[in-house]
């Protein structure tokens, strides 16, 4: 049973920055693909990045590409989601989740993925 905890949510300014980071525990970290989502109100929870079990390959919803950057440290068994340039669309609750499998283009469903923590409220302001 994997634990992940997520931390770095608040209130920011539009264009301002976040870093989110999903520690995890209770497993072998470099097993699992890891993603995160993320849920506004009224609105199904949607992809927003994923990376690979040793980083090697990451995928961003069309929206944050070149805003955010997901990484990973596995000595750390953390996952981090570095937001910039964050506008309020940006706002939900961030989820982060383990995949325990290789990489392959369904990483963006939420059916993928086996562990999931309670989320991080972002708000960006205007």
């Known amino acids: 049973q994997v634990q992940l905890v997520e931390s770095g949510g608040g209130l920011v300014q539009a264009g301002g920055s976040l870093r989110l980071s999903c520690a995890a525990s209770?497993?072998?970290?470099?097993?699992?693909?890891m993603g995160w989502f993320r849920q506004a109100p009224g609105k199904e929870r949607e992809f927003v990045a994923a990376?690979?079990?040793?980083?090697?390959?990451?995928d961003y919803f069309d929206s944050v590409k070149g805003r955010f950057t997901i990484s990973r440290d596995n000595a750390k068994n953390t996952v981090y989601l570095q937001m910039n340039s964050l506008k309020p669309e940006d706002t939900a609750v961030y989820y982060c989740?383990?995949?325990?499998?290789?990489?392959?283009?369904?990483?963006?469903?939420?059916?993928?993925?086996?562990?999931w923590g309670q989320g991080t409220q972002v708000t960006v302001s205007s």
């Open positions: 990376i690979s079990r040793f980083g090697i390959n990451a």
């Open positions: 989740a383990a995949a325990q499998r290789g990489w392959d283009s369904r990483m963006r469903f939420t059916s993928v993925y086996n562990y």
């Open positions: 209770g497993g072998t970290f470099s097993r699992y693909a």
